[in-house]
């Protein structure tokens, strides 16, 4: 049986923490950026935790237990 292999594009799409949750980027913060406001651009910036609801998924696709 060949070995399991990630998904390439959550490989390069999330990060996990020391404490085992799963931490993202915010999206829209890469072009059309004149029409946003400082303050939503900076919110943007920060980068945030995966959300419970799909936390399964993510783990699956990175094959994580």
């Known amino acids: 049986m060949p070995k ?6 959550a490989k390069k799409r999330f990060k996990l ?5 799963i931490k993202r ?5 890469s072009h ?3 029409k946003k406001s400082k303050k939503r651009k900076l919110k943007l ?4 935790l995966v959300h419970d609801s ?3 998924s993510i783990k699956e696709q990175l094959r994580l237990k």
């Open 4 to 9: 399991m292999k990630t998904k390439s594009s």
């Open 17 to 21: 923490t020391g404490s085992g949750k």
């Open 32 to 34: 059309i950026l004149t």
């Open 54 to 56: 799909d936390v399964k």
């Open 45 to 48: 910036t920060h980068s945030c």
């Open 25 to 29: 980027k915010h999206a829209f913060k």
